[in-house]
């Protein structure tokens, strides 16, 4: 774990099973694949390439009634993880009917049902106030039930203790949008974990020339709320950093603030070719790639075989390959699909 501003959130996490980690490293391997899958499909599509600790680590062991508000880098895996389809998933990007959105959204939309809030603007920041009142409700629902006409808050409801996790780029922590909901959400100590998923540039310019903090998280002191920096890279450190935080929150202490430091081996975008970016640091970041770095430290504790891993890597393959398939043979959206009926109204 890297540097952490306040011991509330380093509170050791339950205990992860060797089939937890082998699920954690299944995902992290499930999320390259099909970002770069997404990566072929659409040349504007936003690659996750050397994130995937810092976004399967945040997400991983959330309760089904919890709320997660992701960066729009990464999400298909968060979707994934909350029980979505992954042929719909690949519909989205390739705008075809069975899409969750029908082919009437961007591909970054995800399904409500499954706990996953949607964007609701091609504009960087707007699920942080969406994150924010989702938190409010849980809140809500906590006060609510405080009333001397409702049961006992005791911790038993699931009302009790819903969270939310918010995650988003080092860009958008600059957005006025980032500091209104963290002022709010520290106001009212709502169940929010804030998680910025720092990759260091914001497009093609780097952090250092728009941050006048050393890290993102340095910025929690100033709402009153924990910070954590932590490195993004390694997904037992982000897991350990956003679960003490959650568990933070269902105590009903309010938000947290964590600064996960990583980087995008790719650009900005998939055709991106990212030659705003100094060669010898992209080496040494790709030298830290987050998926065989995990790799090796489940060989070396003994929880997989090398081959074992293999095998797993081949079958996430597989999965993919089926799943694209069958989204490449649905229709593509037509008028039904797009709703017409539901957008416009004709006056003959």
């Given amino acids: 774990m890297g540097a952490v501003n306040s011991p509330e959130v380093t509170r050791t996490r339950p205990a992860l099973t060797p ?14 694949t099909l970002e770069s899958a997404c990566a072929e499909l659409n040349p504007r599509w936003f690659p996750a390439e050397g994130e995937e600790a810092t976004i399967v680590g945040s997400c991983y062991g959330l309760r089904p009634d919890d709320v997660v508000a992701p960066h729009y880098r990464g999400p298909f895996i968060i979707y994934l993880m909350r029980g979505a389809d992954l042929a719909r998933l690949f519909g989205q990007a390739l705008g075809k009917s069975i899409g969750y959105a029908r082919g009437r959204a961007v591909p970054f939309t995800g399904p409500v049902k499954v706990g996953v809030t949607p964007w609701v603007a091609g504009d960087l920041g707007t699920s942080l106030s969406v994150a ?9 629902d906590r006060q609510m039930r405080r009333s001397p006409h409702s049961p006992p808050l005791d911790g038993t409801h699931p009302a009790d203790e819903r969270a939310v996790v918010c995650t988003f780029g080092d860009g958008t922590a600059n957005r006025g949008d980032f500091h209104e909901a963290l002022n709010m959400a520290a106001l009212w100590k709502l ?29 929690a002191a100033g709402y009153g709320i924990p910070g954590a920096t932590v ?5 037992l450190a982000v897991h350990d950093a956003v679960q003490a935080a959650v568990a933070r929150a269902r105590r009903g202490e309010g938000p947290s603030l964590i600064d996960a430091q990583t980087y995008r081996l790719r650009g900005h975008w998939a055709e991106d070719a990212a030659d705003y970016r100094p060669e010898a640091e992209a080496a040494s970041w790709r030298e830290r790639d987050p998926l065989p770095r995990f790799e090796r430290r489940l060989v070396e504790i003994g929880a997989a075989a090398a081959d074992n891993l293999v095998r797993l890597r081949e079958q996430v393959a597989a999965e993919v390959d089926a799943a694209l398939d069958r989204a490449r043979q649905a229709p593509d959206a037509g008028p039904a699909d797009l709703g017409l009926d539901e957008v416009l109204a004709w006056r003959g």
């Fill in 19 to 32: 089939a937890d980690l082998l699920e954690l490293y299944r995902l992290m391997a499930l999320c390259r």
């Fill in 132 to 140: 924010l009142g989702v938190a409010l409700s849980f809140w809500y």
């Fill in 191 to 219: 169940p929010i974990v804030y998680v910025c998923q720092n990759n260091r540039y914001a497009i093609s310019l780097e952090s250092r020339k728009y941050l006048p903090v050393a890290t993102v998280a340095d910025r």
């Fill in 231 to 235: 490195d993004g890279n390694d997904i």
